[in-house]
Structures are given as C-alpha cells and as structure tokens.
C-alpha cells in the first residue's frame, strides 16, 4: 500500500493548487455512477453518504488525459532532483521547516521519524502545503474506476472516500486533492488515508485538509513507523563507490532499512532519494558531492539552464529556468529550431545552444 498515487514507476512532483478541470456530460459515466450505488451499499456505505457524497458528481476528462499520459515523459534522477530540490525549494523549505519545528518535533517524539523526514515529503507531496490539490476526490476518483484501465482500483478508492465523509472526518465540498485522488499535505490517497491517518490534534478528525498541518504530518509518520521505519538509523548516505547510483556517472547512495520505509509511501528510488537528499538539506545538509555529467545530448544542466534563458529572451517561452527540459521546453526548441530553418525535432544540442548566444 503506497500513501500517494504514483503512475509508470516515476515520482509525481505537486502540482498548481488551482485546477482547469471541469466536469462534462457522460450518459455512460450517470448509468456507471447508478450501478455503483448498489455496491457501495454493500461496502458498508449509507444512503444518506451516497447522497451527499454523490451530489454534483461530474465525469471530469482531463482526469484520464493525466492518467493515460503520465508515464510518457520519464525524468532522469537529475532532472528530479532539480525539482524537488532545486536551491530556491530548499530555501523555501528551511523557512517551513523552521516555522513547524515545533509540531514536527513533538510528531518526532511519538512516532520516531526525523522531522527533518516527515517535512521532506511534505515538501516533496505539496510544497509545503502550498500546492495541495482542489480536484473533487469523488468525481475523479469516480471518472477513473469508470474509464476501466484501472477501475477495481480506483473504486476502492471511491468508496475509501465515502467513508472518509461517512465517519466526519470532512465535509464533501473540502474532499479536494490531486487528479488522482491524492489528498491533503502530504497526498494521502482515500485506502491509505483509512490505515494510517491519525488525529494528531485531538479534535475528534483526521482532518489532513486543514490548513494546520498536524494531521497531516503526524499521519506521515504514522505510515512511516507502520512500514519499517528504524529509529536512529539514517535514510541512507551518498558515496563514492558501490550502492545505488540512479543516473550513469552521476552520485551514488549507500540505502538501508528506512530508505525502503520511504519507498512504501511511494515506489520508486527517484522519489526515496530525493525525499532523503531534500531531508538532508533542511537539517542544513550541503549538495550532493558527486556532480551529475552530461545528459544524452551533451549537455550539462547548467547548460540546460542557459538553453531555457537564452530562448525565453528570444521569444520562445520555456516557463522557466530550472535545467528540466519538459514538454514547454521542448515545444520551445522546436519552434526555434523551425525558425531557423532547421529540423524541428524538439531536442536540445551544443550546437542549438551556441546559436542561441
């Protein structure tokens, strides 16, 4: 059981908090949504829940887009890293970090997971608690089990939802997270939520959505501690030989017992890594030692960093300057590239980058 939803083996980054999606028409999604009912019935479900919580239900398309999409682009460790942990995050997050030191210091001692951790996947999940998702669970959740490519799944999902609104932990209209059912600050998905989510504050909910992240925290932790973590012991620590190494020529890590604890909250080494590194790094941690070589296309991320500067001044919008060339960058290099006359392939080079100034 993983807490968040990860797709195709790559760790998701926080998305924006506000969503575009809206709900469409769908006859078959209605007739889905009336079969259901039954079922959930069955599941322990009340009528009185199924009628709250299927209220304004709504077939949301780009819900699929996301999900059929999401394993296409496969980010190097590098490129990751420069995400979750880039300078200006890291920042960012000390300034978090302290601010709940406190809270997260007292989870610490309850739970036996570093705060420094617990604050890195929160980071990791929702930037702090700054990009938590608005997304109606229901309907997305919902739309997924419909579509059917991973329908018994995402309707464990939907009713692990409705259960969460049957036991008054929140309200529908606040049942808000990522496309893919992904809730709160630290993106607990509605099964994982019902196994590990604790009321840390004593109020009487697991309330994850506030904007007092207690709960949240806590019930990390909480998830922690339940799959293996090992008090006193590190997540792991870069070295110079052997262990893991993510990227050809890049760092390597020696992991252990609770390098595999933070795997069980999400699959996949990018992801562990980057929560360890990120953890590292708000205890006041320096970068990794081992820097990372050129990527495939002879190209260093501070190159890529120039690339994505040099286009943007030219009128080739990138959406940003982190050395991640993602589909904006890409769609940048191709109209450059065709307006230049050359093959407008969308990969990077040396050489587009010298004619770029």
Request: proline share 6%; hydrophobic share 35%.
């Amino acid at each position: 059981m993983q807490a968040c939803s990860a797709g195709g083996g790559t760790a998701p980054v926080a998305k924006a908090a506000v969503s575009s999606m809206r709900p469409v028409p769908n006859a078959a999604f209605d007739r889905w949504i009336e079969s259901f009912r039954s079922r959930a019935s069955s599941s322990g479900i009340s009528d009185a829940t199924l009628r709250a919580g299927l209220r304004g239900v709504g077939f949301l398309p780009d819900v699929i887009d996301r999900d059929r999409n999401q394993t296409e682009f496969k980010r190097s460790f590098e490129d990751y890293l420069a995400i979750v942990a880039s300078e200006e995050k890291i920042a960012a997050g000390r300034i978090a970090f302290a601010r709940e030191r406190s809270r997260l210091n007292a989870i610490e001692a309850k739970y036996g997971v570093p705060a420094n951790v617990v604050a890195a996947i929160w980071g990791v999940e929702s930037n702090f608690g700054t990009r938590r998702g608005d997304i109606p669970v229901v309907s997305a959740t919902a739309t997924l089990a419909f579509e059917g490519r991973r329908g018994a799944f995402f309707e464990k999902q939907l009713i692990a939802a409705l259960k969460i609104l049957q036991t008054g932990d929140t309200t529908p209209d606040r049942l808000v997270g990522s496309w893919a059912g992904a809730m709160g600050h630290t993106q607990f998905i509605p099964t994982s939520y019902q196994l590990f989510a604790v009321d840390f504050t004593g109020d009487g909910r697991r309330d994850i959505w506030a904007e007092d992240p207690s709960d949240a925290l806590a019930s990390t932790a909480a998830y922690l501690a339940r799959s293996g973590w090992q008090r006193s012991q590190p997540w792991g620590r870069e070295v110079t030989s052997g262990g893991l190494q993510p990227d050809p020529g890049g760092p390597r890590f020696s992991v252990g017992q609770n390098f595999k604890a933070i795997k069980r909250y999400n699959n996949s080494d990018n992801y562990a890594l980057g929560v360890g590194h990120l953890s590292d790094r708000l205890a006041g941690g320096g970068p990794l030692k081992t820097p990372f070589g050129p990527d495939k296309y002879g190209l260093t991320i501070r190159d890529r960093k120039r690339l994505q500067e040099r286009l943007t001044v030219n009128g080739f919008d990138t959406g940003g300057a982190d050395g991640v060339l993602g589909p904006k960058s890409k769609a940048a290099i191709t109209e450059f590239q065709r307006s230049i006359g050359l093959e407008p392939t969308g990969n990077p080079s040396p050489e587009l980058l010298r004619r770029l100034g």
